[in-house]
């Protein structure tokens, strides 16, 4: 069976466990934990600046190994479609997919302000206030939780938006039942009626970080306890107005 394959490129801490857990409901619908395939991919690619590969050039045979990458790896999946959850959508990922005929694509990102992400994974890390502009640099570093899947969001905003929903993480929450099945129309998959936003299950491959902390749609706000210094958003500005872009009411 042919499957049709999505991308899910937004940030951590927004609700793609939450999403999740309702979507993989559908038995025809999978979206997957945090995948390897975007590494998989660019390491694969990166091989052909190799001297093996520059002595002896196997274009064709070698690029099958990409071409084939998502139907291989996702070969023992019942389900038809698949919302890959990766960093698919910065700049090199997605020329990735462009260079071995995987676009044109649909993409989607779950948003919401970036003070609710930081403070997010505060609590998470169970940091003090005092690391706060310490983790915010490691965070937004270019291979960062938040530096890559801003790079994505600011890349395909861009460049792709007519392939792109955005997501916030409110509408999620608030108004569930509508906002899933609009990502049912954007990806044109026939909407489960059986979906319940109530009594959730834990979905495989969870941790400590993507653990559902109650059995119904609610929005987790804690900012409450996190000050994000004023030389943090000052030095992250350019992030900040993408982000206020995005989350308007």
């Known amino acids: ?24 409901q559908n038995p025809d619908f999978c979206i997957t934990p945090n995948s390897i395939l975007p590494e998989v991919a660019y390491r694969l690619h ?11 050039p196997l274009n064709k045979d070698f690029d099958c190994i990409i071409k084939n990458i998502f139907k291989n790896y996702y070969s023992l999946y019942k389900q038809k479609y698949i ?12 020329n990735i997919l462009k260079e ?12 919401r302000p970036f003070v609710e992400i ?5 609590r998470v890390n169970n940091l003090s206030q005092p690391q706060t502009a310490k983790q915010c640099d490691f965070l937004m570093k270019e291979h960062g939780r938040i530096g890559q899947a801003f790079l994505a969001l600011d890349f395909l905003t861009k460049e792709y938006k007519e392939n792109l929903l955005i997501i916030k993480y409110k509408d999620l929450c608030s108004n569930t039942e509508e906002t899933i099945k609009s990502i049912y129309d954007f990806l044109d998959i026939p909407y489960y009626q059986k979906h319940r936003f109530t009594n959730l299950e834990q979905v495989d491959g969870h941790n400590f970080q993507t653990t559902i902390r109650t059995d119904k ?4 706000v804690y900012t409450d306890k996190i000050v994000i210094p004023l030389k943090v958003r000052e030095k992250y500005k350019n992030v900040y107005k993408l982000f206020k872009q995005f989350n308007k009411e």
């Open 46 to 56: 990166g091989l052909k600046q190799h001297y093996i590969y520059k002595e002896y």
């Open 1 to 24: 069976m042919e499957k049709k394959i999505f991308y899910l490129s937004g940030f951590f801490r927004c609700g793609n466990t939450l999403l999740r857990s309702i979507i993989n």
């Open 217 to 220: 749609t609610e929005q987790k």
């Open 118 to 122: 930081v403070s997010s994974w505060m």
């Open 100 to 111: 071995y005929g995987f676009l044109p694509a649909k993409f989607i990102i779950l948003i």
């Open 83 to 94: 919302l890959e959850q990766g960093r698919w959508g910065t700049p090199v990922n997605f």
